[in-house]
């Protein structure tokens, strides 16, 4: 259970505080003999995404890897609300990532933005070209709420934008209990959601019928909220498994007084309790051994 970060990264402390997480640091990462190290992107699209980095990294760094996080931000996206300088120190263009070392596994984060049609995102097109990118380039893809949305949507799956946001933590219903990552989640498991859109389950359905999708996770609340191609190239989860209990309690209390969003469903964000952890572990661990698996078998075959 090992992150390798720079000296100056700002978690630091946060990091070595809970005990069960090594830190690394980057440049004396060469001390450290290891087999199991892995190098994994994230395009981080979160307004205040420095403050979010810490719900990633948990999410990775609970897990028998030892981690190297490659941050990687748009050219066609503004970072108004990061602390100032910030993006350039720690972040680089996606379009460098050809000339690095190889990513073992690539995520791409949510952003509050489900409300708009796709084609008016300013940096739609450039997140178009990622995503097909990505899927040529590495072993797997993980989109996280708005993200996955964005790939089924290129996989020809309807967006709904709901009257009503989805705000809670949800019981889903595992559906494919022999899959590589999904067969080691219980039968039912816990999982917080915080979107104002969703996917059409009919065109799921459809897409699964041709052979484009599969589902793995549903809920009458929640349509499918977990699925993936079948090439297992592309993972899709809408929920937000990789949420620290604080981030869904900053949003609760953040929107307590907005109209427009309903109170929290299943989580009292007052006395904050995090029930999905072994949700967000358990993903996170078979989602990483599956993307070793394949990164040390194309690793074999150069």
Same mark, same amino acid.
């Given at each position: ?11 630091? =402390?946060?990091?070595?505080? =809970? ?17 199991? #190290? ?19 990294? =948990? ?34 263009? *996606? ?53 996955g949305m964005a790939m089924a949507y290129l996989l020809g799956v309807k967006k709904?934008? *709901? ?21 080691? !989640? ?8 915080? #979107?104002?859109?969703?996917?059409? =389950? ?15 996770? *549903? ?32 949003? !609760?209390? #953040? ?36 993307? *070793? ?10």
């Amino acid at each position: 259970m090992s992150l390798i970060l720079p000296s100056d990264y700002h978690s630091i =402390n946060v990091i070595q505080q =809970n005990n069960i997480i090594h830190w690394i640091p980057q440049d004396r990462k060469d001390d450290y003999q290891t087999s199991n #190290r892995m190098r994994i992107g994230i395009l981080n699209l979160m307004p205040l995404g420095h403050q979010y980095e810490l719900n990633i990294l =948990n999410s990775i760094g609970f897990t028998n890897f030892e981690i190297e996080p490659v941050w990687f931000k748009l050219k066609t996206h503004t970072y108004k609300t990061w602390p100032e300088g910030y993006v350039e120190k720690f972040y680089t263009n *996606y379009e460098e990532v050809k000339d690095q070392q190889p990513l073992d596994g690539f995520i791409i984060t949510g952003t509050p933005i489900e409300h708009l049609d796709f084609e008016e995102v300013t940096y739609w097109k450039e997140i178009i070209n990622i995503i097909n990118d990505s899927r040529d380039r590495f072993p797997s893809t993980l989109g996280l709420c708005w993200a996955g949305m964005a790939m089924a949507y290129l996989l020809g799956v309807k967006k709904i934008v *709901y009257k009503s946001k989805l705000f809670g933590v949800y019981q889903l219903q595992n559906i494919a209990q022999n899959h590589p990552i999904m067969g080691a !989640a219980d039968s039912t498991f816990p999982c917080p959601q915080s #979107r104002n859109a969703g996917m059409d =389950n009919k065109d799921i359905e459809k897409a699964e019928t041709k052979g484009d999708l599969r589902a793995l996770a *549903y809920s009458d609340e929640t349509g499918y909220p977990i699925y993936e191609t079948p090439d297992h190239k592309q993972l899709i989860h809408l929920g937000h498994p990789e949420y620290n209990s604080s981030r869904l309690a900053y949003e !609760a209390e #953040r929107d307590i007084d907005n109209p427009d969003v309903p109170p929290i469903t299943n989580f009292d964000f007052a006395n904050p309790s995090n029930i999905w952890k072994m949700h967000r572990h358990t993903f996170f661990q078979q989602w990483l051994n599956f993307c *070793y698996e394949k990164s040390h078998q194309i690793s074999v075959n150069r």
